[in-house]
T-cell receptor, first 111, second 116 residues
Framework: RKEVEQDPGPFNVPEGATVAFNCTYSNSASQSFFWYRQDCRKEPKLLMSVYSSGNEDGRFTAQLNRASQYISLLIRDSKLSDSATYLCVVHYNTNAGKSTFGDGTTLTVKP | GAVVSQHPSRVICKSGTSVKIECRSLDFQATTMFWYRQFPKQSLMLMATSNEGSKATYEQGVEKDKFLINHASLTLSTLTVTSAHPEDSSFYIC????????????FGPGTRLTVL
């Protein structure tokens, strides 16, 4: 079983739709959580950190459920520019400073 | 803030040559940097963790003699692909860990290596 698992998708949604991605992690000692987005042939870019209380940044809402060991990303009012691969990232301090990346969920927003 | 540069952005070289890629954190000091490789339509694969002033830690299956990493300063790590072969053609991306308890990584723009 992978340490971080994501539904690879692809998710194909119309503009304006709400879409949610989930990510599960296996290490209960995980301490930091992030969502990154990666556009085709580009580097990953930090979208948002995920906090225990949940956090929101405009149309994006991230939530963490430590008991069930999953994090989620909700995108409201999808835009064409939201089309990308979304990477779930988990970090725990004993892992030699490394973070563990999920394989990514691909989103395509269509007009 | 939190800008990471990577140079060159694209390299085309002949088989057998060595290629050096630089990764710089421009506005913060990074004691830890990471090197990844990504093949088309595949996931990021961590190659090694680069710590300033010490030897890099390589992931299983990554040849340390082929992929030489040097982290000589708090803002620069280099990856040298020695005696490159066509199967080394890939997208190489570095990241730098931002100082502080959050453990965010910021990525360079990547280097696309093509070995003929």
């Amino acid at each position: 079983r992978k340490e971080v698992e994501q539904d690879p998708g692809p998710f194909n949604v119309p503009e304006g739709a709400t879409v949610a991605f989930n990510c599960t992690y296996s290490n209960s000692a995980s301490q930091s959580f992030f969502w990154y987005r990666q556009d085709c042939r580009k580097e990953p870019k930090l979208l948002m950190s995920v906090y225990s209380s949940g956090n929101e940044d405009g149309r994006f809402t991230a939530q963490l459920n430590r008991a069930s060991q999953y994090i989620s990303l909700l995108i409201r009012d999808s835009k064409l520019s939201d089309s990308a691969t979304y990477l779930c990232v988990v970090h725990y301090n004993t892992n030699a400073g490394k973070s563990t990346f999920g394989d990514g969920t691909t989103l395509t927003v269509k007009p | 803030g939190a800008v990471v540069s990577q140079h060159p952005s694209r390299v085309i070289c002949k088989s057998g040559t060595s290629v050096k890629i630089e990764c710089r954190s421009l506005d913060f000091q990074a004691t830890t940097m990471f090197w990844y490789r990504q093949f088309p339509k595949q996931s990021l694969m961590l190659m090694a963790t680069s710590n300033e002033g010490s030897k890099a830690t390589y992931e299983q299956g990554v040849e340390k003699d082929k992929f030489l990493i040097n982290h000589a300063s708090l803002t620069l790590s280099t990856l040298t692909v020695t005696s490159a072969h066509p199967e080394d053609s890939s997208f190489y991306i570095c990241s730098a860990k931002f100082p502080g308890p959050e453990n965010e990584q910021f990525f360079g723009p990547g280097t696309r290596l093509t070995v003929l």
